[in-house]
């Protein structure tokens, strides 16, 4: 089996060739000298056999929802219908091109407006913008908006954007990146907003707060309603990350909380493809007395026809075309699946997953808060602190028994984060495994300590050290000039 774990350079002999180029009399061609390879490139000789079995097997080492269990907390790593991958990919879709006039794409607008109006439905907004590319992309537009909205009001001097410290961290940077100051406040224990805390820093500088709701922590902001009067009072925005949106589908719209602006990741709440840095999709929506400031371009429709239309308030486009459209096809076709009929089935599954794993865990691993969680929840580390074992010990155990880790050491409110959400996808004898796997893990932490924290012990790679390999990572496999 050595030979298959060798990387591609590895396995290269001398001579050896996957391919056969038809010898042809083609035309001289001079390249500018700037242009010319001083030396041959350094390529490996392999055989067409040998690339696809290196490439089968490197295949096989990957993890992913459809190898197994992976409740990474906060990012809905749901299953992927192949459904939409076969109708994403028809021809019709997969083959247009998105420089093609508009009375040539009159099909895949139509489904741009109707996934518009979808959205719209589900989080309680009047109108969205499909433009962004990816979740802090949209997080970005949102901030944008908001920048947007108190300029046309000459209100210069709202430049703060408060931020709670369970936040996901793309949060505040994407407050920064807009150009924001941002403000932190402290939390309740249970990652709620802290109202006195929130009251403390309202002034005629906040230009918005941003939330989401259920929280980090996996509970609902009960005071939501009164949040949202106390920001829209001092004269802010209320911004809504769409990242936990699947607890609540068909159940409650951000809308009606009060917030102003959402972005909704499709990859993760629709069902497309995530991980791996893409393709994703983060289409931001807004209240009718923000939707002039949605980025340019919005599919409309008159008399049965679809066409972009530009709005001259607009926060401009975020890419040159219109988002992506293979995810967008995917997310429409999850959305029909289930319909309005059936999408309130969603939440209460994704709910009830999560709370039967926390509580057939909660007698071995801390359960800071307690009661009912959404579709997430945190433990803080074991129980028993005796044998040292930490929440990154734990992680790496799992790996050994085939599980992916939780989402581990956030939210930052606790030291030993644990963060697992199950989705509604998963079955209950899949939940079984994982907190019998889990148990197993406690109880080798008080009886074998030291192996829990030297693994994972049955993986292609060991243990790494994390810090250098994000500060001096190897990306190639040897020095290529």
Known sequence: MKYYNKLIFEISTKGRKGYALEQKALPEINLPQNLLRSSKAD?????????????????????????????????????????????ATLSGFANIHPLQPVETVQGLLKIYHETQNMLSEISGLAAYSLNPFAGAHGELAGLMIIKAYHEKNNDFKRNKIIVPDSAHGTNPASATVCGFDTVEIKSNPDGTVNLEALKAVLNDETAGLMLTNPNTAGVFEKDITEISRLVH??????????????????????????????????????????????????????????????????????DGF?????????????????????????????????????MSDIGPLAVLNANYIKDSLKDLFELPIKGYCMHEFVFDGLINESTGVKTLDIAKRL???????????????FSQSMMIEPTEVESKDTLDEFIKIMRVVAKEAIEQPDMVKTAPHHTIVRRL?????????IVKFKDIK
Do not use: W
């Open 399 to 413: 790996l050994d028994y085939g599980f992916h880790a939780p989402t581990v050491y956030f939210p930052l409110i």
């Open 43 to 87: 390529l490996p000789e392999v055989s067409e056999f040998d690339v696809v079995r290196h490439y089968t097997n490197v295949s096989q080492k990957n993890f992913g929802v459809e190898t197994g269990f992976y409740p990474l907390g906060s990012c809905t790593m749901k299953y992927n219908p192949k459904i939409n991958d076969e109708l």
């Open 233 to 302: 009072e001092a004269g802010g925005l209320l911004y809504y990350d769409g990242a936990n949106l699947n607890a609540l589908l068909g159940k409650a719209k951000p809308g009606d909380m009060g917030f102003d602006i959402t972005h909704i990741n499709l990859h993760k709440t629709f069902s497309t493809p995530h991980g791996g840095g893409g393709p994703g999709s983060g289409p931001v929506g807004v209240c009718a007395r923000l939707t002039e400031f949605l980025p340019n371009p919005i599919v409309k429709e008159k």
């Open 465 to 473: 050290d994390e810090a250098k390999a994000a500060r001096q990572p």
């Open 306 to 342: 679809y066409f972009f239309e530009d709005s001259k308030d607009s926060i401009g486009a975020l890419g040159q075309f219109y988002g992506n459209a293979s995810v967008y096809l995917r997310a429409y076709v999850y959305l029909m699946t289930f319909g309005k009929e059936h």
